[in-house]
DNA sequence: CAGATTTTCCCACATTTACCCACAATACCC
DNA sequence: GGGTATTGTGGGTAAATGTGGGAAAATCTG
């Protein structure tokens, strides 16, 4: 279960230092082998633990690869992913082209969300949050599993 | 069950003193770990036991991924949220970027509310008070359940 | 095949963070 | 009213984290 907001620098060789916090979950479920892809829906990059993308990847392959929109899933996603491990002090690599994707530069922010990551560039991330604060909840419908949560 | 409105200062490093009358119900529900995270509605933020946070982010993850209403939520709710643990004289180290978003400088006020506690900045609480006390009963269709509510 | 360039891996330093201890202030009790 | 215990506050130190650079290996090119 990842969470939470955090603020990191990318050096500039394009390393990420991940937090400590994550570090120990990290090499136990997956001995620090992640996969990062992207995000079709936002300027942002996907980071999964490896098991967890296999089986997304599984799903995404057994779409039926004649429909349009399927190809396109599998294409963008399939596509991006990239392995990528921890270093010994705890950093990952992001690609050029990830990088350039999701606008990364210096100021990035990784947002823990459940079994992935999400990983963003400190501007983006910023304004994206702040349209999701001015939003109206009636403005969107909601789902119906939504309208009985009692935070 | 928490209640009860307490006015407290910040240090210098950001940390919070949790009364000491809420410290035994918390060490012993859940051993001094708790889950910070922002209120979507208010410039506030959200305190939950780490087990009562935990069914929550279930319950918030379980929601339908590719809608853009769920997807706002979980961003906003799991990407903020953030484990804290007290310290061994009973306080909280707020992270700055929640400090930020809740405008919390020196003096903050600890709300009690059921099963989680609200972290206000003094100045906000105080005038959301004063508007929730100056509107009219009337002016809101109150849900049916209030109708038959007796206090 | 040799040279040059890029990439990967690892080490070392500087900074920050977290933890802990000590004092001050308040409240409570005798 | 004084003493004691408990709570609130601040700061210092050690450990862990973030950051940068350097050397070796691998790759590409001429």
Redesign the interface.
Known sequence: ?F???N?INLDAKGRMAIPA?YREQITGCCDGSLVATIDT?ARCLLLYPLPEWEEIQAKIEALPSFNPAARRIQRLLIGHATDLDMDSNGRLLLPAPLREYAMLEKRVVL?????KF?IWSEEQWLD??DE??Q?V?GG????D??QS?S?
Request: proline share 7%.
């Open positions: 279960m969470r939470g907001v603020p916090r829906e947002l823990g969300q459940g079994r999400e994206t949050r999701y604060l939003e909840d969107n419908e909601l789902p599993e939504m949560l935070l």
